[in-house]
């Protein structure tokens, strides 16, 4: 390297340095308080911690960016336990006690219909990071959500069967989250064309499901379905020699349950958002930030909570810091393209992603690869 | 005497003042500690009185839950239906079940409890069509008392502090009468109660009854307290925070369960405000409790009490 380009080289990073340096300084006042609940300790740490995450990096980012109108903004992140009863405490601390003037979270749909309780009643805009619950939260305009609701996830496991041609697809999947999947894909699979020749459920937690995947396997589908949180089925899966593809809904793609999966990962098609080794460019500085911040590479539950922060930032930059809850939450429902998705909360959903911002990802020697395959809108 | 009626007195006028001096989170810590008191008072009858560890309790906590949330919200009908409906199904269960189980003594009968509390909460997952399964029911009406609705914690911290007081009131009849000698007599020896022509097995079962009410009561007003119920609630987990209540506070003591309430409802608050590790400290609180104050924090209380009693009456001789 020359002399010229190391001082170019140099020159550049001191005016990104000033001018990151600039931006901070541009923050000055009181922070405009945000509340946030996730589940950092309990069964659903593996969704809190990377939503704690993401959250930490968008308070960062946007405070290096500005803030709102100079604003700094203040992140006040609780534990939920995920125990629906804390958040509740939680919540009712955040808004009453610490005044905020926005509630992100929580991470599981329990708390978050819970949580929903008291920010509705009380018009304090909430962002949560789950798809959309039971029927009342259809009546909860100001609660958006930043994850699909469970019939998109449906959806989109049915257009990648599409994809591969697959008509007769055999489903494996859990009591809980899975059975939710499961009602939305029974009506949709008629409209698909598809034929579920063998649903077979298990118990959550359950340490074999060696039985129900047999069954599945005896059905001769041309593809498999595995709708669960767990690792436990995709290595069964592989070990009574089911050679049919393998599609696994959004609920098992972290890393955590990829590591579990072992060999069994290989190959297995996930219908998701955020592919970190391979981000779609509107992704990449999301992933590049969180890479140098954090030393790992980020998913989607990371990048549904740095969504959830700054459309709430962006919201307040529109409606004004002292504006009412109601004025924030129209704010709030104008069009927003997120690293994870495009969200329209004016929608019935309260989410309003399309099913043309799903990427499709497969594993490779436990890594990710986003496959070109994407459904158009 | 009047000493003691002064005491009680100034408890009535700190426990009616507290709600309107306190922030909203601890109004409604206030409220899960009414709510966790009734619940933990039918443990600490079977624990303290009849040597029976019950870890079933979440599954009559269950049951009155879902009953308020599915007569209010699925049917329409107004909540008092929901609370007699969890309680008759609770009672009935607990009768039913209890009659067979209880013939069963110590780790037995913990484990035929906790096979009941594992079966529930597996039911409760699998009847979506009753429960909402995962997804739950949600919008459950906040209470109604003769047009004042109690959509808030410190209205509703009255309702459940008065509901609790009068169980209170029913469990301490309960242990004074002659019912509570023969429960007295049964733990301590229950070869000896039976000579007496005490019916073990029936006894037994009617105060498994009355903890099943006392789990429903709980169940039906923490239903209308969270708006939503879902199966999170109801697990085997809660029901050792349940049995933990008695186990703290001391469980032949009455104001013992109201310590233990209040031990399991704000030490994880305090403690989550420490990170990530506060459930390791709750635990290692657990322990601490459990190994150093063997008869609940009430029985330590009782202990110093007698000490610094004894050692004024040394001073005045």
Same mark, same amino acid.
């Given at each position: 390297?020359?002399?010229?380009?190391?001082?170019?080289?140099?020159?550049?990073?001191?005016? !990104?340095?000033?001018?990151?340096?600039?931006?901070?300084?541009?923050?000055?006042?009181? /922070?405009?308080?945000?509340?946030?609940?996730?589940?950092?300790? @309990?069964?659903?740490?593996?969704?809190?911690?990377?939503?704690?995450?993401?959250?930490?990096?968008?308070?960062?980012?946007? *405070?290096?960016?500005? @803030?709102?109108?100079?604003?700094?903004?203040?992140?006040?992140?609780?534990?939920?336990?995920?125990?629906?009863?804390?958040?509740?405490?939680?919540?009712?601390?955040?808004?009453?006690?610490?005044?905020?003037?926005?509630?992100?979270?929580?991470?599981? #749909?329990?708390?978050?219909?819970?949580?929903?309780?008291?920010? $509705?009643?009380?018009?304090?805009?909430?962002?949560?990071?789950?798809?959309?619950?039971?029927?009342?939260?259809?009546?909860?305009?100001?609660?958006?959500?930043?994850?699909?609701?469970?019939?998109?996830?449906?959806?989109?496991?049915?257009?990648?069967?599409?994809?591969?041609?697959?008509?007769?697809? @055999?489903?494996? $999947?859990?009591?809980?989250?899975?059975?939710?999947?499961?009602?939305?894909?029974?009506?949709?699979?008629?409209?698909?064309? !598809?034929?579920?020749?063998? !649903?077979?459920?298990?118990?959550?937690?359950?340490?074999?499901?060696?039985?129900?995947?047999?069954?599945?396997?005896?059905?001769? /589908?041309?593809?498999?379905?595995?709708?669960?949180?767990?690792?436990?089925?995709?290595? *069964?899966?592989?070990?009574?020699?089911?050679?049919?593809?393998?599609?696994?809904?959004?609920?098992?793609?972290?890393?955590?349950?990829? *590591?579990?999966?072992?060999?069994?990962?290989? *190959?297995?098609?996930? /219908?998701?958002?955020?592919?970190?080794?391979?981000?779609?460019? $509107?992704?990449?500085?999301? !992933? &590049?930030?969180?890479?140098? #911040?954090?030393?790992?590479? /980020?998913?989607?539950?990371?990048?549904?909570?740095?969504?959830?922060? $700054?459309?709430?930032?962006?919201?307040? #930059?529109?409606?004004?810091? &002292?504006?009412?809850?109601?004025?924030?939450?129209?704010?709030?429902?104008?069009?927003?393209?997120?690293?994870?998705?495009?969200?329209?909360?004016?929608? &019935? &959903?309260?989410?309003?992603?399309?099913?043309?911002?799903?990427?499709?990802?497969?594993?490779?020697?436990?890594?990710?690869?986003? #496959?070109?395959?994407?459904?158009?809108? | 005497?009047?000493? =003691?009626?002064?005491?009680?007195?100034?408890?009535?006028?700190?426990?009616?003042?507290?709600?309107?001096?306190?922030?909203?989170?601890?109004?409604?810590?206030?409220?899960?500690?009414?709510?966790?008191?009734?619940?933990?008072?039918?443990?600490?009858?079977?624990?303290?009185?009849?040597?029976?560890?019950?870890?079933?309790?979440?599954?009559?906590?269950?049951?009155?839950? %879902?009953?308020?949330? %599915?007569?209010?919200?699925?049917?329409?009908?107004?909540?008092?239906?929901?609370?007699?409906?969890? +309680?008759?199904?609770?009672?009935?269960?607990?009768?039913?079940?209890?009659?067979?189980?209880? =013939?069963?003594?110590?780790?037995?009968?913990?484990?035929?409890?906790?096979?009941?509390?594992?079966?529930?909460?597996?039911?409760?997952?699998?009847?979506?069509?009753?429960?909402?399964?995962?997804?739950?029911?949600?919008?459950?009406?906040?209470?109604?008392?003769?047009?004042?609705?109690?959509?808030?914690?410190?209205? %509703? %911290?009255?309702?459940?502090?008065?509901?609790?007081?009068?169980?209170?009131?029913?469990?301490?009849?309960?242990?004074?009468?002659?019912?509570?000698?023969?429960?007295?007599?049964?733990?301590?020896?229950?070869?000896?109660?039976?000579?007496?022509?005490?019916?073990?097995?029936?006894?037994?079962?009617?105060?498994?009854?009355?903890?099943?009410?006392?789990?429903?009561?709980?169940?039906?007003?923490?239903?209308?307290?969270?708006?939503?119920?879902?199966?999170?609630?109801?697990?085997?987990?809660?029901?050792?925070?349940?049995?933990?209540?008695?186990?703290?506070?001391? +469980?032949?003591?009455?104001?013992?369960?109201?310590?233990?309430?209040?031990?399991?409802?704000?030490?994880?608050?305090?403690?989550?405000?420490?990170?990530?590790?506060?459930?390791?400290?709750?635990?290692?609180?657990?322990?601490?409790?459990?190994?150093?104050?063997?008869?609940?924090?009430?029985?330590?209380?009782?202990?110093?009490?007698?000490?610094?009693?004894?050692?004024?009456?040394?001073?005045?001789?």
């Amino acid at each position: 390297m020359s002399l010229s380009s190391i001082a170019r080289l140099t020159g550049a990073a001191a005016l !990104v340095g000033l001018s990151a340096m600039a931006a901070q300084a541009q923050t000055s006042g009181e /922070p405009i308080k945000i509340g946030a609940i996730v589940s950092a300790t @309990g069964a659903g740490a593996g969704l809190g911690i990377p939503e704690r995450n993401g959250l930490l990096l968008a308070e960062k980012d946007i *405070n290096a960016k500005g @803030g709102v109108k100079g604003r700094p903004i203040k992140i006040i992140i609780e534990d939920d336990a995920s125990n629906p009863d804390t958040a509740l405490s939680k919540a009712n601390d955040l808004i009453f006690g610490q005044k905020v003037v926005a509630l992100l979270g929580p991470s599981l #749909t329990a708390s978050t219909v819970a949580v929903g309780g008291v920010t $509705h009643p009380n018009k304090i805009p909430q962002i949560a990071f789950t798809g959309i619950g039971p029927a009342v939260e259809r009546e909860r305009k100001c609660v958006a959500h930043v994850l699909p609701p469970q019939r998109l996830n449906a959806q989109a496991l049915l257009e990648y069967a599409k994809s591969i041609k697959a008509t007769k697809v @055999g489903v494996l $999947h859990d009591a809980g989250y899975g059975n939710v999947v499961m009602a939305e894909l029974r009506p949709l699979a008629d409209k698909y064309g !598809v034929k579920l020749v063998a !649903v077979e459920k298990f118990e959550i937690g359950a340490t074999d499901t060696t039985t129900q995947a047999a069954k599945v396997k005896a059905a001769q /589908p041309e593809a498999v379905f595995i709708i669960a949180t767990s690792a436990t089925p995709f290595r *069964n899966v592989k070990q009574i020699q089911i050679a049919q593809p393998v599609i696994a809904a959004i609920g098992s793609s972290s890393y955590e349950y990829v *590591n579990a999966m072992g060999p069994a990962a290989d *190959n297995i098609a996930i /219908p998701e958002f955020v592919v970190g080794e391979d981000p779609l460019p $509107h992704q990449k500085a999301f !992933v &590049d930030l969180y890479k140098q #911040t954090y030393n790992s590479t /980020p998913k989607n539950y990371e990048a549904a909570a740095w969504d959830a922060a $700054h459309i709430i930032a962006t919201a307040l #930059t529109k409606a004004g810091a &002292d504006a009412t809850g109601e004025k924030l939450c129209e704010a709030m429902k104008a069009p927003y393209t997120g690293v994870l998705a495009n969200y329209n909360f004016s929608a &019935d &959903d309260m989410t309003g992603i399309p099913i043309s911002s799903f990427v499709f990802s497969k594993i490779v020697g436990g890594k990710y690869t986003r #496959t070109p395959f994407r459904v158009a809108q | 005497m009047q000493s =003691r009626l002064l005491w009680i007195a100034v408890a009535l006028v700190i426990w009616a003042a507290l709600p309107f001096f306190v922030p909203r989170n601890i109004a409604d810590l206030l409220v899960f500690t009414g709510i966790y008191t009734i619940a933990g008072l039918g443990i600490g009858l079977l624990l303290g009185h009849c040597g029976i560890v019950n870890l079933a309790q979440a599954t009559f906590y269950g049951l009155g839950a %879902y009953a308020s949330a %599915y007569c209010t919200v699925m049917m329409g009908l107004p909540s008092i239906v929901g609370f007699v409906a969890g +309680a008759a199904i609770s009672m009935a269960l607990a009768y039913v079940i209890g009659r067979p189980i209880l =013939r069963l003594t110590g780790y037995f009968l913990a484990l035929g409890t906790l096979a009941l509390s594992a079966i529930a909460s597996a039911l409760f997952f699998e009847w979506d069509w009753l429960t909402g399964g995962t997804l739950g029911i949600g919008g459950i009406p906040k209470l109604n008392l003769f047009g004042f609705v109690l959509d808030r914690p410190s209205r %509703y %911290y009255f309702f459940v502090w008065i509901v609790a007081f009068a169980c209170m009131a029913a469990a301490h009849n309960l242990v004074d009468s002659r019912s509570g000698l023969m429960l007295r007599a049964m733990r301590d020896s229950s070869t000896a109660a039976a000579a007496l022509s005490v019916d073990l097995q029936s006894l037994r079962t009617r105060v498994f009854v009355v903890c099943a009410l006392f789990g429903s009561l709980a169940g039906s007003l923490f239903a209308h307290h969270a708006s939503f119920v879902s199966t999170q609630s109801f697990g085997v987990d809660r029901s050792i925070s349940f049995l933990l209540i008695p186990v703290i506070g001391g +469980a032949t003591s009455i104001p013992g369960i109201v310590v233990g309430a209040l031990f399991v409802t704000f030490l994880p608050e305090f403690l989550s405000k420490l990170g990530d590790i506060h459930q390791i400290l709750f635990g290692l609180a657990l322990v601490a409790v459990v190994v150093l104050l063997p008869d609940g924090l009430m029985g330590a209380f009782g202990r110093l009490r007698t000490r610094l009693a004894a050692r004024q009456g040394n001073h005045a001789r």
